[in-house]
């Protein structure tokens, strides 16, 4: 069985208890909210897209460690970085939160650095809470979306 | 903890599983239940020895499975003390028993501004199929607020039942473990002009349930969370309701006659179950009912009031301002369940925590969310106690609990 050190890394817990970039973005940053309905956290996060680039991202709302801490580690991830790029990064972290190959990678997927992000990986073994782990993305991908609409 | 009490736990095959060399610490009872051998057996030998359908065909097989399918009616209306076995209806869960009020009851009787009372501490099955008559009739919810301790504020009862045509309540919190004083509610309801429904998953398999001298008119609760299998529900209501309801579902089993023009419906309470029932789940309910009956609701209520005392005092002596515990502190009104807070600490984490040592509880919002609401918590941790449940369980939540907040302190 899996240990308690595979999912709650230091650094994962570090960002659980120092989380980045919190708060909120007035417009017209786009709002987007996502819900894990298994236990109900609630995730808000703010997106603000500036020629081509994600200029500035924060994350409010309440969470387990392992959701509070994969929002943190992607506020960080995404910052200033190009929205390809950004979605580069989207598809590596979901790609390594499932268990089957991600058909949708593409090739310059490769030369995304995870960094911090690599922590979480343990929490494939949890399958339960990788829902908790990819909470923040699937809220971004959204903003996204909405932001490049 | 008495003796029998001690050795009925050898009736739980499951209990004497051992994962990674700890024992199993079953607190998720309010979730779903453990089975006794008893009920398994009866199942598996129905499985083995007797499968059949019921109702259909004149085989001496057909005809054992019938009686056994109808014995586990009579086993549960005796259990509720139903008048009438006829008015006891199997379902596919409580939330389908629910639904089937709302969908029959519910649109045959409520229109536009009609008012149905609920209460602010529902699970969402007694809440949903409400909302959905909102949408599509236009009648007015209206909440029992609660006290701060998580009992239900009555001291607006009569005016929040003005014109109420159904007071529709769960007879304990799955969330507070609060026991509500059914008998005075559904008195209320009735002397407002309003039908009594009670949700009575909770309390059902948890200490003894008398339906006349509760005075309800309608009682749902679950197969799985009083030893039975899952997927099975039951319904009960009196028969003049039942008898004047349209049906639920159409189909087979559920008709005196079908025409090309039309079908007639038949009596109860073939009339409420279309289809082919889960007969095999029917008969291990029975069984359930016959166990929990042998070994006696009021003692199952004692053990469980030790039980709720017990965890109680250890959990609030040990971790003192660390753990708020929600719901009423007055064991007399609560059941052995605890949902609580622990420290700054996420449900989700304790659990996972909790599950290093096996100890099984269920972190989340409970299907209860505008109670969570209430409780300013998107999730809690709950800690249900049963009848196979001891001393030693509760010590082992707390052990657990122990290492949680070690684990996560600041290093
Ligand atoms: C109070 C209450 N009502 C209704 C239900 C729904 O029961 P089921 O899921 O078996 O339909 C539950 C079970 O979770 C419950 O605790």
Sequence with gaps: MPGLEDLYREIILDHYRSPRNRGELPPPAVRTEGHNPLCGDEIQVYLSVDSGLVSDVKISGQGCSISQSSASMMSAAVKGKPIAEVRSIVRRFKSMMTLEEEETAEADDQNVKLGDLEALQGVVKFPVRIKCATLAWNTLLQGLDEATA | MSKDFANLRQDFPVLSRVINGKPLVYLDSANTSQKPHVVIDAMTDFLENGYAPINRSAYQMAAEATDLYEGARTAVAKFINAPNANEVIFTKNATEALNLIVRTWGIANLSHGDVVVLTHMEHHANIVPWHMLVAERGIVLRFIPLTSDGQLDLSNLDALLTDAKVLSFTSMSNVLGTINPSKFLCAAAHRAGAIAIVDGCQSVPHMA???????????????????????????????????????????????????????????????????????????????????????????????????????????????????????????????????????????????????????????????????????????????????????????????????????????
């Excluded at chain 2, 008398?210 to 997927?231: E, T």
């Excluded at chain 2, 009956?293 to 301002?321: C, P, V, W």
């Excluded at chain 2, 509880?361 to 800690?383: D, E, F, I, Q, S």
């Design chain 2, 209 to 411: 349930t008398d339906v006349q001298d509760m005075g309800a008119d309608f009682l749902a609760f679950s197969s799985h969370k009083m030893c039975g299998p899952s997927g099975l529900g039951v319904l009960w209501g009196r028969q003049q309701l039942l008898d004047a309801m349209p049906p639920f579902m159409g189909g087979g089993n559920m008709i005196a006659d079908v025409r090309l023009d039309g079908f007639t419906c038949a009596e109860l309470p073939a009339k409420y179950e279309a289809g082919t029932p889960p007969i095999t789940e029917a008969i291990g309910l029975g069984a359930a009912v016959a166990y929990l009956t042998k070994i006696g609701m009021h003692n199952i209520r004692a053990h469980e009031i030790d039980l709720a005392t017990y965890s109680m005092n250890q959990l609030t002596q040990r971790f003192g301002d660390d753990i708020v515990i929600h719901g009423p502190t007055n064991i007399e009104v609560r059941g052995a369940t605890h949902s609580f807070a622990f420290k700054d600490l996420h449900p989700h984490d304790v659990s996972q925590v909790l599950d290093q040592s096996n100890v099984c509880v269920r972190a989340g919002h409970h299907c209860a969310k505008p109670l969570m609401r209430l409780l300013g918590a998107n999730a809690t941790v709950r800690a249900s106690f049963y009848l196979y449940n001891n001393h030693q369980d509760a010590d082992a939540l707390c052990d657990a609990l122990e290492q949680a907040s070690e684990f996560f302190s600041p290093s």
